[in-house]
């Protein structure tokens, strides 16, 4: 077997080998989007909001938001499943507060967290 042979051999074995494994892709691509649709499926899924305002309060305050809004779901047993939704926001803020009040300056912190 020369070395021409060999080549072609090989790109035949990467074409078939790509072709499966996008047929997978494909197939696994279509599962995870409907279990997205679903919002009772067995997935975790953890969305991250980040806002960020500016000009807030006396002293034209800048703040950012981080929110985490987590779905958990648990499976108590085959007909029957609790899904939890719980969001969680982080801030930091600063000069919100005009100099003469002691709350100027620079906070962070979590917000009010809801389940």
């Not at 072609?8 to 074409?15: D, P």
């Not at 649709?37 to 800048?62: C, H, K």
Request: charged content about 15%; some cysteine; proline content about 6%.
């Amino acid at each position: 077997m020369n070395v021409h042979n060999c080549g072609k051999y090989l790109a035949s074995a990467i074409v078939l080998v790509s072709v499966g494994l996008s047929a997978n892709v494909a197939r696994s691509e279509d599962d995870l989007a409907q279990k997205l649709a679903n919002p009772i499926a067995s997935l975790i899924s953890v969305p991250i909001t980040l806002d960020y305002n500016s000009g807030y309060g006396t002293a034209d305050g800048d703040q950012v938001s981080v929110t985490l809004k987590t779905v958990v779901p648990f499976q108590i047993n085959d007909d029957f499943a609790i899904v939890t939704r719980t969001i969680i926001p982080i801030i930091w803020q600063n000069d919100i507060v005009g100099p003469p009040s002691p709350l100027s300056g620079e906070q962070f912190g979590w917000g009010d967290v809801n389940i």
